[in-house]
């Protein structure tokens, strides 16, 4: 398979702009002092990456671009608007765990759960996407569900919270809510689509916490 072409911006150079070969990049940064460039996958991305400050792409605060090529991202598609994103989060530290879900079309937080104690990131993803679907059959939504969790999407397909961490005192709650939510699940049918966040293409899940 050949090679996939990259094209480089060149924010601070002895020449700036869009450069279509590692050489041409080089030649403007190499032993530049305080040279700053990027390479991104397609030239429409290096575009709109120039007119853009090198801070967006590069450093703390960078912007995620995909390092797809232009046709995967286009077999993959867009997200839908009309569609809730939901994630989880988990604390090292604490060992605390909450989640989410979010309009990705108004980005409004629809509902957020704990935090609670003594849980795992697969846990609270599976609950996020039986709360989703409980609140879709209360209002009589249609909107596809979307998780970045593969794990999650399995447990909801055989409608059990196949997890291995041991019940405690601690997690009583949580693991109260498992058996709610397993129950939910085999009492209730839904037409919801469940769909995987595609994370590569789009970024990060809308519903994530930013914690990592």
């Not at 991104?40 to 960078?62: C, M, Q, R, T």
């Not at 405690?168 to 693991?175: A, P, V």
């Not at 990060?204 to 990592?212: I, L, S, T, V, Y």
Request: glycine share 8%.
């Amino acid at each position: 398979m050949a090679k996939q072409p990259k094209f480089y911006v060149v924010w601070k150079g002895r020449a700036t702009g869009v450069f279509t070969s590692w050489e041409d990049c080089k030649a403007q940064t190499n032993g530049f002092d305080g040279d700053v460039f990027k390479s991104f996958p397609s030239k429409a991305l290096a575009l709109e990456a120039f007119h853009e400050s090198s801070d967006v792409y590069i450093g703390k605060n960078k912007k995620v671009v995909s390092e797809l090529t232009e046709e995967a991202l286009a077999l993959i598609g867009k997200p839908i608007q009309e569609s809730i994103a939901v994630d989880g989060a988990w604390d090292n530290n604490t060992g605390l765990v909450e989640y989410q879900g979010i309009n990705y079309k108004t980005k409004k937080v629809l509902f957020h759960l704990g935090p609670l104690e003594d849980g795992t990131i697969n846990m609270v993803e599976f609950l996020a996407i039986v709360h989703a679907l409980a609140l879709c059959k209360q209002n009589g939504w249609k909107h596809p569900i979307y998780s970045d969790s593969k794990i999650a999407l399995g447990w909801i397909r055989d409608k059990k919270a196949r997890t291995n961490h041991p019940p405690s005192e601690k997690n009583k709650k949580l693991f109260d809510m498992l058996a709610r939510a397993e129950k939910w699940l085999e009492d209730n049918t839904f037409e919801n689509e469940l769909l995987k966040w595609e994370t590569k293409a789009w970024g990060e899940n809308p519903a994530d916490f930013g914690r990592k």
